[in-house]
Structure formats: C-alpha cells, structure tokens
C-alpha cells in the first residue's frame, strides 16, 4: 500500500484503508456481490463522523439487499406462474383443436350418402362449425343424403333443435336430402312437449333405417324411367 | 323490353335469343339443351341482371314449350335476400307455366348465409349438380 507524503502517516493510513475498503465494497456492491460488500463493511464501527457514512452505507445496502432478494423472489413466483399459465392456455388450445376435429367426423357410409354421427352438447359455433363441414362434404363428394345422427344426444331444448332443422335447411339448399336419425324416446318427449316444428325434416329411428330408406328410394328412382317406357 | 338477337346457344334450332342487361357488356346466356333451358351465372348477380333475366326467362320458355328451367349458381359469391325473392318470383312463375325450375350448385357458404338470414329458397327446387338436375327434370317427363 502507497504511503501519502502529507499529513500523519498513522490517520492518513487509517483513513486511507476505511476509504479504501469502502471504494471496495461499492465495487463489489457495482458487481452485485453484496456478500462480499457487506463482509468488508463489518466490524468499521468506529464513534467518529466517518464511522457514520459507513453505518448509513452499510444500513443502505442492508435495505438494498433486502429489497432486492424480495424483487427476486417475486420475479421468479411471477416466472413461475407466468410459466404455468402459458402451459395451461397451451393444453386448453390443443384440447380445443382436438374438440373440433372429433366434433365432425363425417363418413361416407355408401356411396353418396354421408353420416355426421353427433355427441355432447351443440352450441351455435359448434353448430356452425358442423354444418359448414358438412356442406364443404356433400359438394365435395356429391353426396345426395345426409345422415345426421343423434343418437349420443341425450336431452335436446328448443335451441338444440333450431340449430338442426337449420343445417337441414342449409343442406337441402345444395340440392342434397338431411335426415334425422337415432332421437331417443326422452327428446322425441321433450321436442313434442316444447313444441318444435320438424316438419319438412325426415325422421328416421336409427342409422340402419336411414341407411335402408336412401337405398330403396333411390333405386327406386333408377327404376321409375325404365318402368315409364314399359 | 331490350333484348337482342345474338349467337345461336341452343341445340334443336330454337332462335337462341340472348337476355342482355342494361348494365353494360354483360348478358346471361339461356342455353337450351332438349326441352330444358339452362342459364349458368358466371358472373356476380345484381339485382338489375337478375330482373333482366327474369324477363328474358320467361319469354323463351313460352317460346321453348320448356319443360324446366335450370340455373347453375356455382359461381355467385353472394346471393342477397332481394336476389333469393327474385329467385323464388322465377320459380313461381315458371311453375305457372307448367315448368319446374331448378338452382344447381349453390355454395356451401352461400347456404349457410341464406339460412342465417332467415330467408327461404322455397318456391324453387335445388341440386347438388347439372347433372342430377337433368336428371330429375327427365323423370318428370
């Protein structure tokens, strides 16, 4: 350690270290190496002005250290739960995706006839979503009958029924016949009860029925040319 | 009435008149393939083009003895409820003339539209395509 050349070496030498070790600890404070910092600040107490300075540096970064550890903690419980969260919206998303896609597996059972087997609840995007899959299906495959079947519907209110006998419409629109199958006795009840029009759509009571109806009717109308020019 | 005489379309040696709309340049063609007459819209449809048709129609199935009429809408991006009243007007009358008359090839999304809207293609029947509607027309024979 240099010596200074004015004033007496003895306080000079010791004000010179406690100046010193303080540059030190704010250099380690700069660094965020509080630990040290507060290690070299320990035991420079001392009853003069200068032991005051350090207290107030040491109580300061004490608060520092403090508030500090504080703010850690939060941002890493902030992390955490922000961590959790995008989890969550992620599982929620893939599940949505995976809703649509069971939503409306449409099958083609016969040649020009597709079957929309129909589960759980159907609300209006659901609905929507079903119906516009169904239409892109009967264009795409020329289909001329729709089987909608119900049968996994378990109880069915004025809604439910208004959003079918609209997709009936839509899918009579392209030219194309809708039939219903598979109402169980509980919503043939209750549709009664409440007084839904289901006129003008064809009711059938299962898939096989519906099935056997398209193919009497259309072989009957292959048929009926045939007959007219015997 | 403005209509003109144009290219010959139909088969059979009818006249082949063509409807043409006020609004320029554009005209639909009423194609007439046995004793149906076929009008396939390749072009948006407003609602003055939709009149004019409806006028020419009629008149060439008089002179046709048509027994149905087919109007292929594949291409029509937007079908409006003045258009669909329009289109039922056809379909009534052309029934009043012993004729059936048929949209083929109505978009999926049209549809959906349509029925949102709350409006009825009723006084018309639908196909899914030309040929399913030939062939039901045929049947009627």
Redesign the interface.
Known sequence: MPKKENGPAGIVEFTQSRLEDLVQALAYAAIDDFEACLALMKGTLVGDSFATLEGGFTDFLTQLVGAKSDLNDALVQAEEANRNLEAKLETIERQQAAIRELSTPIIEVWTGVLCLPVVGIVDSQRSAEMTETLLEMIVAKQARTAIVDITGIDAMDTKTADHFIKMAKAVRLLGADCILSGINPGIAQTLTHIGVDLTGIRTLRNLRDALQAYLREHHAEHLRPADRRV | MKRSTAVSMGSGGSDGSVGRSRAADQNLAIIQIRNCLLVSIQTELHDRLALDLQESLMERVRIADAIGVILDVSAVEVIDSYITRILNDIGKSVRFMGAEC???G????V??T???MGV??DSV?????LD??LERL??LQ
Do not use: K
Request: no cysteine; net charge negative.
């Open positions: 048929y949209i083929v109505i978009r999926p999304a549809a959906m349509l029925i949102e009825e293609l029947h639908t196909a899914l395509n399913l509607a045929e049947l």
